[in-house]
């Protein structure tokens, strides 16, 4: 996720290190620098030359602190200039008083608008809300399957046109849809709308009737991060052609620069309000501008990481882990416990992620790179491999057990000899932090 502009900005910062304080020359340097960071990671032209604007106007008025260095004062600046041209503060969903609230996508094809449908529905769900989904894109041939099918995924229900219920008219199909939602007492609907290749004038015009047919209390225009400074116009149209309220910005994931998408909300005076950096209807996540300015100044994301791990522990479980890793220097702690830890870990998402959130992750993106999920997979299958006493007492797994569970496994002895002792240490080491009084760990998973 914006590893370019990422890499260049730290790299400018490095060279601020160990300056007592900034000169007139450094800080035009350092401008210069900035600027052509956010230059090759595909920033609009416009915000670029605001930002720089901002960043030097600050970095001349920074008072001397004693808190802060140079090199950390800069960073500071940037920082708060970006989560600026992030769209400043979170912007949250806004739910209508009366129910339901209609969101509608808007957006160019392939944006990623029905996953993300789907993608919304499941968080919505997930806060204990009843969406329902509306199939409006009778555009393309095989939208209508499709929304069915995230919204299966995400069970949640999808109202989509029968024959003699509005077959091709998706302005038709998003009012019975919002009517359906009434007599149904669903509390959110979300509308799919069609979108084609380019800004085109018969897309913008539907996509204002439907606007129109049911008086959305939040439009939100999907942008996929991949399609460069495109994303800027296309933006700028659906401004003029249909109006939204929010951004959502996909693809996160496939994309090392990016930056066209940051600019949407600073040209747009629209937030981005949501991102998804992946095809699974779990990656997906309210955009924080604060996190995102921190993660591409390889600062971390803490903040994310926490909230991560506390949507997959729940608390009596974690209770239970550490009672267990406290008593007996631990040896109540079962490799049945290391799997239900390493399978709420893989709840998280993936262990890439996961990492990528800590700070000065950016510089270990090689081996971030290289590191294979598989290997989870591969330590749960040995230990569904094992038989309960295994598990419950490791301490029995000898050299023909190793063999047995090798074989069932489909590993080599010696990916279970690592195994084992991995346990062994893992346990040791969140026997004595449990201990200490801190949380229980959590088992490695990387080999
Ligand atoms: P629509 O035409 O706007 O409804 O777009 P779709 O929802 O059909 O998405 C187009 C393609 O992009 C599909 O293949 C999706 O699986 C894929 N896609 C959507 N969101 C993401 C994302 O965040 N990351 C990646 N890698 N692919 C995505």
Not at 399 to 424: H, P, Y
């Amino acid at each position: 996720m914006f590893a370019t502009l990422s890499d260049r900005l730290t790299a400018t910062f490095k060279n601020l290190r160990g300056k007592g304080r900034l000169s007139e020359a450094d800080i035009d340097a350092t401008a210069r620098e900035i600027r052509v960071a956010l230059l090759e990671a595909d920033v609009a032209l416009p915000v670029v030359k605001d930002f720089i604007a901002a960043v030097k106007e600050r970095a001349r008025g920074a008072e001397v602190s004693e808190a802060l260095n140079p090199a950390q004062q800069v960073i500071k600046i940037v920082n708060d200039e970006l989560v600026q041209i992030l769209g400043g503060e979170t912007r949250r969903l806004r739910f209508a008083k009366q129910p339901p609230t209609v969101i509608m996508l808007a957006g160019l094809q392939g944006a990623g608008k029905t996953t993300l449908a789907g993608k919304l529905a499941l968080w919505l769900k997930d806060q204990g809300k009843q969406p329902l989904l509306v199939a409006s894109d009778l555009q393309r041939p095989n939208a209508v399957t499709q929304l069915q099918v995230v919204g299966e995924r995400a069970g949640v229900p999808v109202w989509a046109p029968e024959p003699g219920n509005g077959v091709g008219d998706p302005v038709g199909v998003a009012r019975s849809g919002v009517e359906q939602a009434k007599k149904q007492l669903h509390d959110v609907v979300i509308v799919d709308t069609a979108g084609r290749l380019g800004v085109d004038e018969e897309m913008m015009r539907q996509a204002a009737d439907i606007r129109d047919a049911v008086s959305p209390d939040e439009t939100l225009f999907v942008v996929d991060a991949m399609i460069g400074q495109d994303a800027v116009s296309t933006a700028n149209a659906f401004v003029e052609g249909v109006g939204f309220d929010g951004v959502v910005l996909t693809k996160l994931d496939g994309d090392a620069r990016g930056g066209a998408a940051l600019s949407v909300a600073s040209v747009t005076g629209r937030p981005v309000m949501f991102a998804s950096a992946g095809e699974k209807l779990s990656d997906f996540d309210v955009f924080h501008p604060e996190r995102m300015a921190s993660r591409i100044l390889d600062l971390g994301d803490m903040l994310t990481l926490i909230e991560q791990a506390e949507k997959a522990f729940d608390a009596s479980q974690a209770e239970e882990m550490a009672r267990k890793l406290q008593g007996k220097g631990g040896k109540d702690f079962t490799f049945d416990d290391f799997l239900q830890q390493m399978q709420a870990v893989k709840k998280m998402g993936s262990l890439k992620s996961l990492l990528g959130m800590l700070p000065g992750a950016g510089q270990m993106r090689e081996a971030l790179d290289s590191f294979d999920e598989r290997e989870l997979d591969r330590v749960q299958a040995i230990i569904h491999s094992m038989t309960p006493a295994e598990r419950e007492n490791p301490k029995i797994i000898n050299g023909s057990r190793r063999a047995r569970i090798a074989k069932g496994s489909g590993t080599q002895v010696s990916d279970i000899n690592q195994l084992v002792e991995r346990f062994f240490m893992a346990r040791d080491m969140m026997s004595q932090a449990a201990k200490g009084g801190g949380m229980p760990g959590m088992p490695g998973g990387g080999g």
